[in-house]
């Protein structure tokens, strides 16, 4: 079985990309992720974009062929992979399988969503669209309002206050400071957390993520190809798990749970042969500072409803024995739905690269964590240094 | 999304409206489920019978909304409640009848024609 290599990363920044087009978008960051491979686009045989939303964002689908045709990769297989938030993820999942069967020696990944132009009640709207369209929206519950509903829960549940929780949103946005590509480069207090204004009690601005415009890319190749042509790939994908949940929250019995990302995980882990105390570093799908706090227990790092720990007792910070969300996470580096799997992949590949801007000292194996919609759909991947 | 609903739930709708709610019962593991499943969740079987929902639920969770999605943008601020009936299946529905809810409060399952034609399913406190 071939491994997959990552040979070149690109991404745009994540923010407010005015005037910008899906398709401008997924061009810069994956013109950047070949020039990084030094692979041309004419090696590529196939091309899987995540994007969760251009249908109602761009009046765009079919963003496969889109990407293969805008960057001159005729014979290369395309398709757009959907899995909601976790839309990129999946698709890195794919391009590994691919790699694996021998079906594809290089492969073009990339996630792109242009969320601003569309304005935020339709962008809400649009979002929904990963929940259950007649138990969940029909009656107005939101994707805030179901985190502030397994929030509410974890608050109950567990020992952690709503300024623990805080806490999360505290690290991730001094951790955005030092990324270029983070949305929000300025830090942020405990008590202006406390104060923003409520999306979906209990969930306000600062316990959310923003919306955002971006694109991110990578060139993954076999470790074969990367011999043949003398590429520089010293970071594999070892390990991926890929499950699912049910859709709807309200068929779960454990509301504070993410039992999906715990299949993924432990397929992740036992792939890669990799044991907890040997994950230097991870990027988690913080999506609302709950969701940090679930991803560390799904993960395995915490007991259940320990994982909060992390941020407010300070082991998941930079200079922590843990450090998560080094890029700020969704919470400050911004959420562009479909690029966000890929974009994690980026991170955790320049981490182990040695070139991030808050570089974990010898780091050597990361690990990934996108989620889709409220855990019904869970991605996780181990990257690790080999050569 | 404003796409028409569909018919399975419309008859699920219409049902609680007529006093007679049900939801779906496992011949085999005796969980509780909703339309339109054609087998069971939690096991193997593909045996499921439709019995009788009692409407009464208690509160396991609850968010109030201040943004939302266009449909709704008038009525916000509003609560959605997430309750479990007696028999075990769980619901979500928006508040009726009261400002505010506790987790562990007694409700009632109901529905009504909002906005427009569109069924929404609604908790009161009892």
Not at chain 1, 118 to 125: H, L, M, P, Q, W
Not at chain 1, 294 to 314: I, K, T
């Amino acid at each position: 079985m071939d491994e997959s290599r990552i040979a070149g990363i690109g991404s745009t920044t994540y923010g407010k990309h005015e005037d910008a087009s899906t398709r401008e978008l997924l061009v810069e960051a994956a013109s950047e992720a070949f020039d990084d491979a030094d692979v041309s686009t004419d090696m590529i045989d196939a091309v899987y974009i995540g994007n969760f939303m251009g249908d109602i964002t761009d009046d765009q689908g079919h963003m496969g062929a889109l990407a293969a045709d805008y960057l001159g990769m005729p014979r290369a297989a395309s398709m757009r992979i959907e899995s909601a938030c976790a839309s990129s993820g999946a698709a890195v999942y794919i391009a590994r399988q691919a790699i694996a069967h021998g079906h594809s020696e290089a492969v073009l990944v990339a996630g792109v969503e242009n969320m601003f132009a569309t304005g935020i009640a339709k962008i809400t709207d649009a979002l929904a669209n990963a929940a259950d369209n007649e138990y969940e929206n029909a009656v107005g519950l939101t994707f805030p309002a179901i985190y502030a509903m397994m929030m509410r829960e974890y608050l109950r549940q567990t020992e952690a206050t709503i300024d623990d929780l805080a806490a999360i949103t505290v690290k991730n946005r001094a951790n955005g400071v030092a990324n270029p590509l983070s949305q929000f480069q300025t830090p942020i207090e405990l008590d202006e957390v406390a104060e923003a204004r409520p999306i979906a009690e209990p969930v306000n601005l600062l316990h959310a993520c923003p919306i955002t415009d971006g694109a991110s890319a990578a060139v993954i190749v076999s470790d074969t190809f990367a011999k043949e042509h003398d590429l520089d790939a010293s970071v594999s994908i070892s390990g991926g798990g890929f499950a699912s949940d049910t859709l709807a929250l309200q068929d779960r019995q454990e509301l504070h749970r993410t039992r999906a990302a715990e299949q993924a995980a432990a397929e992740a882990y036992a792939e890669s042969g990799r044991s907890l105390d040997e994950i230097d570093v991870v990027e988690v799908h913080d999506c609302f500072t709950v969701a940090e706090a679930l991803a560390l227990e799904s993960l395995g790092f915490y007991d259940r409803g320990e994982g909060w720990r992390g941020a407010a007792e300070g082991e998941t910070h930079l200079d922590g024995s843990l450090p998560v969300n080094t890029s700020g996470g969704l919470i400050s580096k911004g959420h562009p739905v479909g690029a966000t799997g890929v974009g994690q992949l980026t991170e955790i590949t320049k981490q182990l690269e040695g070139r991030h801007p808050n570089q974990v000292d010898g780091a050597t194996v990361g690990v990934t964590h996108n989620v889709g919609g409220s855990g019904a759909s869970a991605v996780v991947h181990v990257l690790e240094v080999v050569a | 999304m404003s796409a028409q609903q569909p018919n399975w739930f419309v008859e699920f709708a219409q049902a609680i409206d007529a006093d007679d709610a049900f939801y779906l019962h496992c011949t085999a593991c005796q969980s509780g489920s909703l339309p339109p499943r054609s087998s069971c969740p939690r096991c193997p079987n593909d045996v499921l019978e439709r019995r009788p929902l009692s409407r009464q639920a208690t509160v396991r969770s609850h968010a109030l909304v201040y943004v939302t999605i266009p449909r709704f943008i008038d009525d916000a601020p509003y609560t959605v409640v997430l309750a479990r009936l007696e028999e075990g299946v769980q619901l979500t529905g928006q508040l009726r009848g009261a400002d505010e809810v506790s987790v562990g409060d007694p409700v009632h399952l109901g529905v009504e024609k909002y906005p427009e034609d569109a069924w929404l399913l609604t908790f009161t406190p009892d």
